[in-house]
């Protein structure tokens, strides 16, 4: 979940290795923000700042306690884990000797043994972090041969766990060495300079060519040079390629928060995701994909493993695929499905859908799944990502960065994915003609249009939500794929405005949640389009049950839907899809607006809401 950056530039020492990473640090800050800290190496030694809180806190130590100039600079924005958010706990960590400093993301599950072995040595920790003991004992290693790259790699191969470990060393000031297992990390390649990542966002602003590092690998970076190793420290090779999406992408661009400015940004997200999907013969084509097709054939089950808003997607993928395939699909919460012995074998397609592409309980799962013969699918927003890399086929949403914790313009894009998998797959499997995928295209390549229909009514959605800033319980109902848009709605107002709120099968209300309703409460209703009559008149009939017990109704429905502006106290109106499949891409965009803006009424952090991170990097 942290934000690492790294930088090694010219002889001349100077202030640009520091401002370089402290503007990485500001573009990754929403990976972690609970500390912050950066270590700089040049003639005088190894210097290291460090502060509890945001960002800004540390910019403002640095102001009154100035760091010298430097030739390389590491930094680091934490969400903690191993030790409360102190002073004390924040990166980098210096070693017992002072020699060398470490930055780390990750969990590091074998510390208690490592930091055993210290306590014999006499060396004490001074925080409660097990990145210390990684300090510590790289320390130990560095000093048997005074070589950073080599020491790293016999670090690295005795750690258990997930991490990214990053490490300058006061005797070698020209070189950063890093090491990755299970957690991500990026080479950025500059002339005369060169930078280490996070996330390309690091130093996008600096440069666009970047590197790929596989799993087990260490990196050593100096002003002329990028060295790659695994672990038992023999030549390896980096994935060169080139950042998509410019430094302009990283900021608000004139919105009041990122989340607004992602929400107006869906529209390009699905139609990049869109782009490029189609053989010159018509045929449907993924981004990567090294699955034979005669064992896609074979498939008899589909499971879609994800976390939060990427299972509500996946949930919508269940609808789609079942319906133009004929195949069983079943939605698992990653973080549960290893867990439960679950019936996977070669004729089962497994389907990650993670936005970071580094969400550690769907990594496992499907590291479980590819031990039981299936194959793995992905559908990821990120470039070079572990679940990418280690997946059988990946098909990439390209919404583009996505800096605010609560997903949005991702989620948006995920369907789209799942849209597009079920769609090949039904062309594969024979499931579809080529014609009616085409068809099925041309409605998908309209949607953006339609998204920005529903955004240039975004101010009503708005005025709703500030009227009801004291709202402490909201309900939502949906069926059908309105059931997962529902559940996505109400997961959003608990991230960002921090109070109650359910999603409900709309068939469920009478076997229980109806006891929930009472005057005033704020009940939104996800209506089925009246093209579908049954499913709406069961709807319809919902609305009126929760209004007639006092409830505040405000209806998501279809342009035109005469039922539903009768019986809602408010209505925001989405205009028509076909096929109706595709109504989440419409209806769950007034709930997203819903939610940033109640949270802003509540003067909250819409962004950056509390105990929340971007990417859930450990289990």
Partial sequence: MCGIVGYVGPAQPSTRPLDVVLEGLARLEYRGYDSAGVAVVGPAGLQIAKK??????????LAENPLPDAVSAIGHTRWATHGGPTDINAHPHRSFDGRVAVVHNGIIENYPQLAAELAERGIAPVSQTDTEIAAHQLALEVAKDNDLLAAM??????????????????????????????SPLVVGLGEGENFLGSDVAAFVGQTRHAMELGQDQVVRITPERVDVVNFAGEAAQGKPFEVDWDVNAAVKGGYDTFMDKEIHEAPHAVSETLRGRTTPEGNLKLDE???????????????????????????????????????????????????????????????AISQSGET??????????????SKVLAIVNTHGSTIARESDAVLYTHAGPEVAV????AF????????????????????????????????LGKMPHRIEQVLDHEDEVRALARSMKDATSVLFLGRHVGYPVAMEGALKLKELAYIHAEGFAAGELKHGPIALIEENLPVFVIVPTPRRPLLHAKVISNLQEVRARGARTIAIAEEGDTEA???????????????????????????????????????????????????????
């Fill in 565 to 619: 502006g009768g019986y809602a106290d408010t209505v925001f109106w989405v205009p028509r899809t076909t096929p109706t499949l595709m109504m989440p891409l419409v209806t769950v965009v007034p709930l997203q607006i819903f939610a940033s803006e109640l949270a802003k009424a509540k003067g909250y952090d819409v962004d950056k809401p509390r105990n929340l991170a971007k990417s859930v990097t450990v289990e």
């Fill in 289 to 351: 994909m090294r699955i034979d097709e005669a064992i896609l054939r074979s498939i008899d089950k589909i499971i879609v493993v994800a976390c939060g808003t990427a299972a509500y997607a996946g949930h919508v993928a269940k609808y789609a695929i079942e319906h133009w395939c004929r195949i069983p699909v079943e939605v698992e919460l990653a973080h549960e499905f290893r867990y439960r012995d679950p019936v996977v074998n070669e004729k089962t397609l497994v389907v």
């Fill in 360 to 373: 550690m309980d769907t990594l496992m799962a499907i590291r479980h799944a590819r031990e039981q013969g």
């Fill in 406 to 409: 609560a997903s949005t313009k």
């Fill in 153 to 182: 790699c016999r670090l690295a191969s005795r750690l258990e766990g997930s991490f990214t470990l990053v490490a300058v060393d006061r005797e070698s000031p020209f070189e950063i060495v890093a090491a990755r297992r299970n």
């Fill in 52 to 61: 509890a809180g945001r960002l800004e806190n540390l910019r403002s130590l």
């Fill in 412 to 443: 948006i894009a995920q369907i789209t994915a799942t849209y597009l998998l079920g769609l090949y797959l039904a062309e594969l499997r024979g499931n579809k003609y080529v014609d009616e995928v085409a068809t099925y295209l041309e409605e």
